[in-house]
């Protein structure tokens, strides 16, 4: 997969790849433990950060109250190193920039915007098999990740899978590991190079 006039952007995920929002959630955590009676385990659940509130959160945990505790603190939230210049390479490169995330969208939305990060897409509400479509829906030629599950979706939407490792879990199944998105800028001006090249 090598971009194309009709796959002409680049997709990221939101959490630990361009954003740390561990800071809002642990926030959120405690508020949950310490001011609204629930009995959770922060230190465990941080430790497994990263997956969508279903398979994260104990049952009986308040999602919606947990959500609303994530925004109140919401400008806690910071970019991942590498975020910036890795967004500024894909658009100058001629990329749209499109994210696909498992966080709600007002959520992600104030994230980024929290942050600085400007974007062309948003994609929310989405987690593993569910980011196949909008990858495919908005012609990513790329997915840059932090969980297997996101290399996973990127290689079933015909996408190159590149890993970063800076979430809970390896990207396993990447197609590209670049360890850190700091590397993303130098590995997209290779591939540009490379197909530059007369064959």
């Known amino acids: 997969m090598t971009p194309t006039a009709d796959r002409a952007a680049v997709g990221f995920d939101l959490d630990m790849t361009l954003v740390d929002s561990r800071p809002v959630s ?11 009676g ?6 465990m659940l941080m430790a497994a950060y990263g997956l ?9 945990t308040d999602s ?7 925004q109140q603190d919401v400008s806690d939230v910071v970019a991942m ?16 920039v499109v994210v696909v995330t498992a966080a709600p969208s007002a959520l992600a939305a104030t994230m980024l915007q929290a942050v600085g990060l400007r974007v062309d897409v948003l994609r929310a509400d989405v987690w593993a098999a569910g980011k196949v479509q909008p990858l495919r829906d908005e012609r990513c030629w790329a ?23 800076s979430g809970t879990s390896p990207p396993y199944g990447a197609d590209v590991d670049l360890g850190s998105l700091e590397r993303f800028p130098a590995w997209l001006i290779s591939q540009e190079a490379a197909n530059a090249r007369p064959t």
């Open 52 to 60: 969508p509130l279903s398979q994260w959160l104990a049952p009986g």
């Open 81 to 96: 190193p590498g975020a910036f210049t890795a967004v500024d390479a894909a658009r100058q490169a001629g990329h749209r």
């Open 143 to 165: 997915f840059i990740g932090d969980h297997a599950d996101d290399m996973q979706a990127a290689r079933d939407a015909g996408t190159i899978a590149i890993g970063v490792s």
């Open 38 to 43: 629930h009995d959770l385990d922060v230190e």
């Open 26 to 36: 642990r926030r959120a955590l405690e508020c949950l433990v310490e001011e609204h």
């Open 64 to 70: 919606e109250l947990f959500r609303a505790l994530q």
